[in-house]
């Protein structure tokens, strides 16, 4: 079986010490690519430098909502959002970037929807324009978003990061061209209704993900994830839906091939 990692902070510092080894033993259990998005724009940079020459590292660029509040306030200016959005596009096409993100709304940041919304918008513009997909995070903000995508022609649509609303929400999101990523929630019990989501919508919209180092599987609370659990999410999808563990591996591959290009 193979595996692609579609969302991995793999660039983060918590990964230093041994960042090697693990992609190694990632290597070994099948997993031969994964994506690392961006986060904000100070971050580009280095994370490009990481990526390249990385066999199988794969790179998006994009202003994570959780970011958002730490810009000033004169970021939010027309002139200082135009160099942003150009910024974005300069770094996209400087790095081969396979997708815009990570990007998107959250209600429970401290940063307001409308700021949020803003430097969404922009991604949003330069996602359409190069012809890539989105890699969004949504938090309580569902409806706000499915607004925004409405006014926007994404024709590569994306990917709902770490999704975990209803079946109906679900179906909102991939009739518009944008699967729905699937990680270490689906471990927890208590976690039903995203489990009957995912048990319930077409395998064909759906993509695994580690989001490592955060989202660590049931029974590893507290400690850091790692991409290679990404076969452990396999299994218990595949257990969720009643298939064999390969059908899931087989099919979320293609799926993710097909979503970035790859």
């Known amino acids: 079986m193979k595996f692609i990692d579609s969302h991995c902070h793999f660039d983060f510092d918590i990964f230093s010490p041994d960042r090697d080894q693990i992609w190694q033993r990632c290597i070994d259990i099948g997993i031969d690519r994964v994506i690392i998005p961006g986060v904000c724009e100070e971050q580009w940079l280095s994370l490009g430098d990481l990526v390249a020459g990385r066999q199988g590292w794969l790179m998006a660029a994009g202003v994570h909502p959780w970011w958002v509040g730490k810009l000033q306030e004169d970021s939010f200016s027309k002139s200082k959002l135009k160099q942003l959005k150009d910024s974005l596009a300069a770094s996209l096409i400087r790095h081969s970037c396979v997708a815009v993100g990570e990007c998107g709304l959250d209600a429970s940041t401290n940063a307001s929807l409308a700021a949020q919304e803003a430097i969404l918008r922009i991604q949003l513009e330069v996602a359409s324009g190069q012809n890539l997909p989105v890699i969004l995070h949504v938090h ?18 994306g990917v709902i990061h770490a999704f975990s609303g209803s079946e ?30 995912f048990s319930q919508v077409p395998l064909e919209s759906l993509l695994l993900e580690s989001d ?13 994830n790692s ?34 290009s790859l």
């Open 140 to 157: 309580r903000a569902h409806n706000e978003l499915l607004r925004l995508l409405n006014q926007y022609k994404l024709p590569r649509g």
């Open 168 to 197: 109906q929400m679900a179906l909102e999101y991939w009739k518009r061209g944008f699967y729905l990523g699937v990680g270490g929630t689906i471990t927890y019990s208590r976690a039903v209704k995203t489990r009957r989501t």
């Open 212 to 224: 490592a180092p955060d989202m660590p599987l049931s029974g590893h609370q507290g400690k850091r």
């Open 227 to 260: 991409p290679e659990n990404l076969s452990g999410i396999a299994q218990e999808l595949a257990d969720l839906r009643g298939v064999p563990v390969k059908v899931v591996a087989d099919v979320t591959y293609r799926n993710t091939e097909k979503l970035f």
